[in-house]
């Protein structure tokens, strides 16, 4: 009886199919009511070849993790969305490239800058209050150096940047409205000067 229990058993199992492995844990657990970090789509080396005021065009030199499809073209050209972002990155220059598939839009994104947390943190009453310590995850959607370091993003670099235009674009203006009130003005004594020598009767 045991025997044939024992066939019986040995040959459910190995017509059963194969357990399904469980999903690997993270590195850094995550409590509940934590959001997690968002895993990188593709990283790469890429070199800026062409942009507009918002995305970034690479040249991808090489692939670190993920997978460029859908996204990439002409075999080796991938297009990221910064935003603002996109002016901290020079034309020709090569950086590490970690991007995420933005949910709205279905684009790739990254940034150079770091997020923004909200004014208060947990403190703001009704918007992100909690009692669970949540751990501090780095980024991985961001754009570095090749060796890692962050990538220089002065806010107040753009305003230095243009001052000889903002200079140009107040005293352009000043000058012209001071010239032609000079101009005005003196118009005005001439026409004055003309109306009092022709009527203005001449003292004896």
Known sequence: MWHSLAIGLLG????????TPAPAEPLIPVPEGCSPAEPAHVVFVG??????????????QSV??????PFAFDGDE???RYGLDAQYLDDGESYLVSATVHPDLGLLTSKVTEPIEHFGG???IGVSETDVD???LEQPTRTLHLDGTPV???LLEPFFGAKPRLLAA????AALVFGAVFLLATFKLSIVGLFNSIFRPRRR
């Open 12 to 19: 459910l199992a190995m017509s059963a199919p194969p357990a």
């Open 47 to 60: 070199e800026v070849i062409d942009r507009d005021y918002r995305t970034i065009r690479f040249e991808i």
């Open 64 to 69: 670190r993790a993920g997978d460029t499809a």
């Open 78 to 80: 991938i297009d990221i």
């Open 122 to 124: 947990d403190e703001v």
């Open 134 to 136: 949540c751990p501090v």
């Open 152 to 154: 220089e993003a002065d």
């Open 170 to 173: 107040v005293i352009v203006p």
